[in-house]
């Protein structure tokens, strides 16, 4: 097994010449959560004593197509996995959930067409609303499931009867996540919308619950895994209480691959592969970066980064959160400079990034090092005529706190005269909407784009700081700087 392994981590640079031993504890099947890495260590080596056994008989002996001979030693995986073995007293999964559940918040997931609904404990719901015309918004939605009619799954009771049981004796349902074997807690919701390619069928979806520290609920992915029935998953802190359902970081389980007879260190074939990596991630000639000129105020250092929050799933860097962070600036110079459009909010996550300019333009652009930036204007700004249209549309969208306070729950800006769409003959049109959105994060910037219609875009806009002026809009929604 072990040999054959060996053999696809060199990617055919080693041929095998003769397998002198495999390891005699057995293995589990060949999956690629478990990763390996093939190091050349010299002449004066020593096994390490943590981590990974290692055993004098458990090698092959590996020969390059240059007749390069290396002794590779093959690691144990059985080492740790010490922490399920460990008594756990505490709550049960569903309990670490249940303040969730209790206190009806709710997680969203926006894709290009559809809006995901995540109410814990209750129900999850698909939707898209349509533009805004005449003051009326046209909403098409489906329920995917409803917590009243179906409750946790057999999985999931099987889960919570064990809770009590030794932890050898339970097993943790897992799913591969980013390349990663993750834990996780499943709750199903049943009776969702009938389905018409299931003969009225009711939809129904399972909620996947999975450990992440800095997480605050986000829905990972939706997938519909068959016709009508749906998986979603979810990142919660909750779930970390539990040792069960915490991410155990895979180690890199190192394959030690020894010269012999004379052969150097490492084969001339992988030596000459690294060289040649190497010179391609050189940057062009003359393409070296200067140092930049310090700035002598802070305002005019950059404000906001483009690159996105990762979120680590399972030890690798591969979920993003299309959130820019605002940096340097002040509260009053941020807005200052935001509302006079020289600052500029950037988001996307995809091949099309999004530049939103207030009071001047909405663009979509991609960068590329050879062709360099091609944009597409989606719209500019012209005072006229969003007036006009904010006559005819909802342009502040109030609601009634508890206090009994009205407070502005959002505005929306038409910019027009976009570049002509090839599909409809018509200039790119795009309404933007400006949201309060609290966060732990003061200076995070949420920006993302739909396309409702072919060629009329909607950008949403959310940020803590859009809070401080949001109850500074007239009737079209305008926003001015707060007194």
Request: glycine share 8%; hydrophobic share 30%; with cysteine.
């Amino acid at each position: 097994m072990m040999a054959g392994l060996l053999l696809a981590l060199l990617g055919g640079l080693l041929e095998v010449c003769s397998g002198v031993s495999a390891n005699r504890g057995g293995y589990p099947s060949f999956t690629d959560e478990i990763p390996f890495k093939i190091t050349w260590p010299g002449a004066e080596f020593t096994l390490p004593t943590s981590g990974a056994l290692y055993s004098e008989e458990d090698f092959v002996i590996m020969t390059t197509t240059e007749k390069e001979k290396y002794k590779c030693l093959l690691p144990s995986l059985t080492a740790g996995e010490e922490d399920d073995e460990k008594e756990y007293g505490g709550p049960s999964p569903g309990e670490l959930l249940e303040p969730l559940f209790k206190r009806s918040s709710c997680s969203y997931r926006i894709e290009s067409y559809w809006t995901y609904e995540v109410c814990h404990g209750k129900h999850v719901r698909q939707y898209h609303e349509e533009k805004e015309t005449s003051q009326k918004i046209s909403v098409q939605e489906y329920f995917l499931g409803n917590m009243a009619q179906k409750s946790h799954s057999a999985e999931t009771d099987q889960a919570e009867k064990t809770d009590s049981v030794k932890p050898s004796e339970t097993k943790v349902p897992t799913k591969n996540l980013e390349g990663q074997l993750t834990p996780y807690y499943s709750v199903e919701m049943g009776n969702g919308t009938p389905c018409l390619l299931k003969q009225d069928q009711p939809r129904s979806t399972a909620v996947l619950y999975v450990c992440h520290p800095e997480a605050k609920h986000e829905i990972l992915s939706v997938a519909e895994v068959t016709t009508c029935e749906y998986e979603v998953v979810v990142l919660t802190p909750l779930l970390c209480a539990h040792p069960k359902y915490r991410f155990k970081s895979s180690p890199v389980n190192a394959i030690f691959c020894q010269a012999l007879a004379g052969s150097p260190l490492r084969p001339q074939r992988l030596a000459q592969l690294d060289k040649e990596q190497e010179e391609q991630l050189k940057p062009p000639f003359g393409a070296t970066s200067e140092p930049r000129e310090e700035e002598t105020s802070a305002v005019r250092e950059e404000a906001f980064t483009s690159t996105h929050k990762p979120m680590t799933v399972g030890g690798q860097s591969q979920v993003t959160v299309g959130t820019t962070h605002i940096s340097r600036l002040t509260d009053e110079q941020l807005i200052k400079e935001f509302l006079s459009g020289s600052y500029c909010l950037h988001g996307g996550v995809g091949w099309w990034k999004y530049e939103f300019c207030y009071g001047r333009h909405v663009h979509q652009y991609h960068e590329d090092k050879e062709q360099g930036k091609n944009i597409v204007v989606v719209g500019n700004w012209n005072a006229d005529e969003h007036l006009d249209w904010a006559k005819k549309n909802v342009a502040r969208s109030l609601q009634l706190r508890e206090d009994g306070v009205q407070k502005v729950k959002l505005v929306s800006h038409f910019y027009g005269h976009g570049d002509v769409c090839d599909l409809t003959g018509k200039p790119r049109q795009v309404i933007v909407k400006l949201k309060c959105k609290e966060s732990e994060s003061p200076h995070a910037v949420t920006v993302y784009m739909l396309e409702p219609q072919t060629c009329q875009y909607v950008l949403g806009v959310e940020s803590p700081v859009i809070c401080r002026i949001l109850d500074t809009a007239d009737e079209y929604g305008l926003l001015s700087l707060s007194s």
